[in-house]
């Protein structure tokens, strides 16, 4: 990352799945990074996306570690108990809705509530977000996926809006949400077997279009190669 301060500080959230183990391993072998924080659910601290108080309370302990020049939310999830995405509309079932916009939208909102003061002002930020180029309505052309999409969706506008906020006290912010490519993980296994990019491979291409993005004063919707997805 060569556009943040020598010595920035790092942290990723999600750091025990397959995409945000990639990043700290990425991270931790930048010798420009003084610092990388692995928060997870197994962590301590640890963070629930399910549980406001956990991530107040997480993002309370980390204060003294900071202030961080780089985010990166890698949390998210496709499969939730035990049922995968909705091909048509009559699967949809109304708990699961709820229950995928809670992990995949609110819980990253209020990680955004209570980590964005730690970020570092004065200096180039960054906040990364795993997002999904199925929450794109504009480019949604097969339809299905109900719940994950409107999940993903939901989340793109909450990530924009506080962008938009964020940028006031950090006008060097950079606020982008990310399309990872299919990656090979647990979560993508049941749907896409082998042919999927090796988690590192994601993780050094994402971090080599952060390094280079520049802040616009809103979030920036863009995948692994660099390009940007329509809202």
């Known amino acids: 990352m060569n556009h943040l301060p020598e010595g920035y500080r790092a942290l990723v959230i999600g750091a025990s799945g397959a995409l945000g183990s990639a990043f700290v391993q990425q991270l931790q072998s930048d010798s420009r990074c003084s610092q990388v924080v692995a928060v997870s659910r197994q962590s301590a601290p640890g963070l629930d996306l399910l549980r406001e108080d956990s991530i107040e309370a ?15 939310d890698a949390t998210g999830a496709l499969t939730l108990n035990a049922r ?7 699967e949809l079932d109304g708990a699961q809705l709820l229950d995928l916009l809670q992990l995949n939208a609110v819980g990253p909102a209020l990680v955004l509530k209570y980590f ?12 990364a977000k795993l997002s999904a180029r199925v929450g794109s309505i504009e480019d949604n052309r097969k339809g299905g996926w109900y719940s994950y999409r409107a999940a993903k969706a ?8 506080a962008a938009i906020e964020m940028v006031r ?4 912010a950079v606020v982008a949400a ?14 896409v077997g082998d042919a999927a990019l090796d988690p590192d491979e994601s993780a050094q291409r994402l971090l080599a279009v952060l390094d280079v993005l520049q802040p616009t004063g809103r979030a920036q919707f863009v995948d692994h190669l660099g390009q940007s997805i329509p809202w």
């Not at 997480?58 to 985010?71: D, K, N």
């Not at 939901?154 to 809006?161: E, G, I, R």
């Not at 006290?169 to 060097?172: D, E, F, G, H, S």
């Open 58 to 72: 997480c993002a309370q302990s980390l204060s003294a570690q900071g202030p961080f020049h780089l985010v990166v």
């Open 84 to 90: 995968g995405p909705e091909k048509r509309l009559d």
């Open 116 to 127: 964005t003061p730690l970020l570092a002002t004065g200096q180039r930020v960054v906040w």
């Open 154 to 161: 939901a989340l793109n506008m909450l990530l924009q809006t």
């Open 169 to 172: 006290r950090r006008p060097l």
């Open 178 to 191: 990310l399309q990872p490519g299919t990656v090979r993980s647990a979560l993508s296994q049941p749907f």
